[in-house]
Nanobody
Framework: QVQLVESGGGLVQPGGSLRLSCAASGSIFSINAMRWYRQAPGKQREFVAAITSSGSTNYADSVKGRFTISRDNAKNTVFLQMNSLKPEDTAVYYC?????????WGQGTQVTVSS
């Protein structure tokens, strides 16, 4: 079993920055990839960014050039640095881990971008 805990969300003005963290614990060996998703009220959950065990990254078009995903393997933690935030980035952000054949989700952290 894998447990994921997100932190770092909050209220920020448009153009501001936040850094989200996701700490993994439990049976964390052989996790193939870590991802960030987000879900706004009344909307579907959507992919934001991913990082694999080999260090490859991938981003949704809506966040390319603004968000950066990274990891600290010693602390079993993945980060999402969010810059130039827009109101449409407002959502609950969820951490996701995959280890065949299972998927694991954190509880989410709220990000609100508003003036």
């Amino acid at each position: 079993q894998v447990q994921l805990v997100e932190s770092g969300g909050g209220l920020v003005q448009p153009g501001g920055s936040l850094r989200l963290s996701c700490a993994a614990s439990g049976s964390i060996f052989s996790i193939n990839a870590m991802r960030w998703y987000r879900q706004a009220p009344g909307k579907q959950r959507e992919f934001v960014a991913a990082i694999t065990s080999s260090g490859s990254t991938n981003y949704a078009d809506s966040v390319k050039g603004r968000f950066t995903i990274s990891r600290d393997n010693a602390k079993n933690t993945v980060f999402l640095q969010m810059n130039s935030l827009k109101p449409e980035d407002t959502a609950v952000y969820y951490c996701h881990a995959s280890r065949f054949p299972n998927d694991y989700w954190g509880q989410g952290t709220q990000v609100t971008v508003s003036s």
